[in-house]
């Protein structure tokens, strides 16, 4: 169906574990700024970073998708984010432009919507309310990838991945957390389903105490496997009692919403 992917975020923690499965499936270009460890065989590697234009421009050619996941995955300082996550984002788009590419998936966050209360259940039309400079870059990915769209026809997914981790850490992760497989299983049904059109997708798990409703996405037909209710007792116990007053604790980015998230130290 594809003659070749491009993932960007290659080297990171969610590229590591999707290259083997994704070119198991389709030809991959993998990209980061970090080296790509043991390129399997038939995979190309690029090492260049999403802001060099150029670079993009030639990394994108030959693809006719796209999986961004290449960013400052944390806070950053206003003009980091600027350079990886915003004009780096811009340059996969319009490169998958010129490149004629089908499909992009962009990796958005819950940080995107960060600022609802936990109490709130959101879908797939909430609007953005981000929690960092992090977060505001993640609803530009997501606003670029509508105009492409509308505009130009390129069909677009902004996962607004919650926790993905081998596991939930923390309470809050028993809502947000998403394994590894069903988002290898949510990124191939916005691969293969036969229509795509522009979805915003909720990274989760069947977690039984999940805050956001994919029910507008039904659709694509991805039905997660996991639930992270299964970690719920362990953590429980390992946890402190949540002050309800903590933005950490009220709204759905956790710490991100306080005054100090944590920082990517370059
Ligand atoms: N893991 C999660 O829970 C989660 C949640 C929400 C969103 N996301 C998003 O998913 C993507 C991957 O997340 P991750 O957990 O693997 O993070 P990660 O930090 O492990 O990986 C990000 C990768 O992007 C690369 N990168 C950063 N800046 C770059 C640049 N300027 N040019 C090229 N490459 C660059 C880094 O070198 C790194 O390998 C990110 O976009 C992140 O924002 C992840």
New binding site residues.
């Given amino acids: 169906m594809y003659k070749r992917i491009l993932l960007?975020?290659a080297?990171?923690?969610?590229?590591t574990y999707l290259r083997p499965h994704l070119h198991k499936r389709w030809p991959l270009r993998s990209m980061?700024?970090?080296p790509v460890e043991k390129p399997m065989k038939g995979e190309e590697v690029v090492v260049a970073?999403?802001?060099d234009r150029p670079a993009v421009f030639k990394a994108v050619k030959g693809c006719d998708a796209v999986l961004h996941?290449?960013?400052?995955?944390i806070e950053g300082e206003f003009d980091q984010i600027l350079?990886?996550n915003i004009l780096?984002t811009y340059n996969v788009f319009e490169g998958a432009r010129r490149a004629r590419a089908k499909r992009v998936i962009f990796?958005s966050?819950?940080h995107a919507i960060g600022y609802y209360p936990r109490e709130r259940k959101i879908d797939s039309d909430a609007q953005p309310r981000p929690d960092t400079y992090y977060g505001v870059s993640k609803a530009f990915g997501e606003a670029l990838g509508s105009m492409y769209w509308s505009k130009y026809g390129i069909e677009h997914a902004s996962l607004r991945?919650?926790?993905?981790?081998p596991e939930p850490v923390d309470r809050r992760g028993l809502s947000t957390w998403q394994s590894f497989p069903d988002l290898l299983q949510l990124i191939c049904r916005c691969l293969e389903a036969q229509r795509l059109g522009f979805a915003v997708v909720y990274g989760q798990s069947n977690n039984d105490r999940a805050w956001w409703d994919n029910s507008k996405v039904a659709y694509l037909g991805y039905k997660p496997k996991d639930n992270a209710e299964k970690f719920a007792e362990k953590i429980w116990a390992g946890t402190k009692d949540d002050d309800p007053n903590d933005p950490a604790v009220k709204f759905m980015g956790g710490i991100f919403c306080t005054k100090n998230p944590p920082k990517w130290q370059g």
């Fill in positions: 960007t975020g080297a990171g923690m969610l590229g980061d700024v970090k970073d999403v802001a996941f290449g960013a400052i995955s350079q990886s780096g990796a966050s819950n991945i919650g926790t993905a981790r």
